[in-house]
């Protein structure tokens, strides 16, 4: 997939601030608070120091994982994102088709701008599905119901939105809920007239999932109702275990940082977790998840599966979370700013194309053929010793 100059992560999110209205961009780039959890994500990551290995025959090293039975191309995949269509109508549907096409899991938000029912036939079996729990019981039961006839076969429910995260960027920018767009947004979308025709031209924006509970309201009405009813200071784990009880498929807890959380969906019988800070955009003096994910390894069985997200940007940082404990990561908002930077048809197969390449070009030096061999060996300095 020609990608021009464009050659990593960085350079996607580099132009894709050029292309998007600065509301947009820091809606996806932005964090919560002082945006301290969005540089420790990183800053935890790229302080992993990985010892290669020489001589290691690797001719046939490939990048290919089983989780949740099934073989995936690549150990990465799409974080769910609310509201991708406000980088470009479409893009929910342009993720999923390379998902399915590239071979990775595509995990469609709740929040999502498309239905679960367009993106499964879209995405067919590499779709997930993400549960907000939310406080209305009824309405998270019809969202199962129809993720489990659309097809869906793991159930992610995020747990880490008690509230709504503080970002002051939307603030500023009156992209939070109420929505009330500054004079500095509306003057900087007229600024970007290519993005502001294709949104007009675009279907309307708006809670796909949750539209039987549109009513009479506007668009913005119905989401900002849609989106009050999602976080939920009351959620406890006695709901997480009706979900169990009700999911008959894998089930992941999204969320997770504290090692006592891991062993509770263990114990509740989730079959894997997302150790995640929601890409520092809920608590802003949250862990890094990578810096939490050796001790969650350590008080968890073999038989959770541990998803890592919120900071991974380039194969090495893969590497580097396969090596801390985790069996897969995803990855969010380089997935919007790909389309954003390289378009609907392009940006997507691009960016898993680097990953990947990424991912196998750092596997090999480290002189694994498989990446189920990456474990705690390839951590320097190496774990319990003075080496
Ligand atoms: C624009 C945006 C929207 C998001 N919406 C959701 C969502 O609806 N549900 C959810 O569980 N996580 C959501 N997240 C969090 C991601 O799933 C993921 O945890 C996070 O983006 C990972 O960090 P990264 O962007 O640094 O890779 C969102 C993240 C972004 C950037």
Redesign the pocket.
Known sequence: MPTGRIFSTNQIAERARKRLPRAIFD???GGAGSETA?GR?RDRLAQIALMPQALRDCSAAHAEVTIFDRRYSAPFGI??????DLVRPGTDRALAGAAKAQNIPY?L????TTSIETIATIAQDNLWF?L?PGSDEAMAATLMERALKAGVTTL?A?VDIPVPGKRPRDLTNGLAIPLRPSLRTILDVALHPVWGLRALRGERLGMANFVENKGSLSGLAHAEFVSRQLSCPGLDWKRIERIRQAWPHHLVI??ILNPQDALMAERIGADGI?V?N????QLDSAPASIEVLPAIREACSDRLTLIL?????TGDDIARSLASGADFV?????F?FAVAALGLSRGPDAIIDILRAEFLNTLIHLGCADPAELGSDHLWPRQGSNQ
């Open positions: 809606f996806i780039e969005v994500n974080a769910p994102m609310g509201f991708a995990v938000s709740t929040a999502a993400q907000y992610v995020t999204k969320g997302v995640s929601h890409g520092g955009r997200d919120s900071g991974v940007r995803l990855l969010g908002r380089p919007l």
